[in-house]
Nanobody, 121 residues
Framework: QVQLVESGGGLVQPGGSLRLSCTAS????????MNWYRQAPGNQRDLVAS???????NYADSVKGRFTISRDNAKNTVYLQMNSLQPEDTAVYYC???????????????WGQGTQVTVSS
C-alpha cells in the first residue's frame, strides 16, 4: 500500500555534491521519523542521519558537517544533501520512514529501494 521511491544517486568526483530524495506515497495516516542509512559492500547497514517529526536531527560522526537532512511534510519527502563527498562515502543509500497507516495501527518502518552513490576520480 505504501511505497518509498528514492532518487538522486550517481557518480561524482571527490569534493562533489549530491542531493538524495525519498518520497512516500499511499494511504498514510501519519509520518514520524525519517532516516537515511547506507551500506557499503561487505559492511553492515549504518544510520547516516535522522530527522524527527519535530525537526530534531541527528548525524553519524563520519558525515557531520558535510551532510544535511531535511523534510518537506507537504510532499511526504525527506532529503539528504551531501557535500564534500569522499570515496569513503561510496555506498548504497536507503531511506527509512516510520509511519502509521491508521490512528490505531502500529508504528511501522518502510524502506526505499536504495540508490547507489559512488565517489571516485
Amino acid at each position: 500500500q505504501v511505497q518509498l521511491v528514492e532518487s538522486g544517486g550517481g557518480l561524482v568526483q571527490p569534493g562533489g555534491s549530491l542531493r538524495l530524495s525519498c518520497t512516500a506515497s499511499g494511504s498514510i495516516f501519519s509520518i514520524l521519523a525519517m532516516n537515511w542509512y547506507r551500506q557499503a559492500p561487505g559492511n553492515q547497514r549504518d544510520l547516516v542521519a535522522s530527522i524527527g517529526s519535530g525537526g530534531t536531527t541527528n548525524y553519524a560522526d563520519s558525515v557531520k558537517g558535510r551532510f544535511t537532512i531535511s523534510r518537506d511534510n507537504a510532499k511526504n519527502t525527506v532529503y539528504l544533501q551531501m557535500n564534500s563527498l569522499q570515496p569513503e562515502d561510496t555506498a548504497v543509500y536507503y531511506c527509512s520512514i516510520r509511519l502509521q497507516l491508521g490512528p490505531s495501527r502500529p508504528i511501522i518502518r518502510n524502506w526505499g529501494q536504495g540508490t547507489q552513490v559512488t565517489v571516485s576520480s
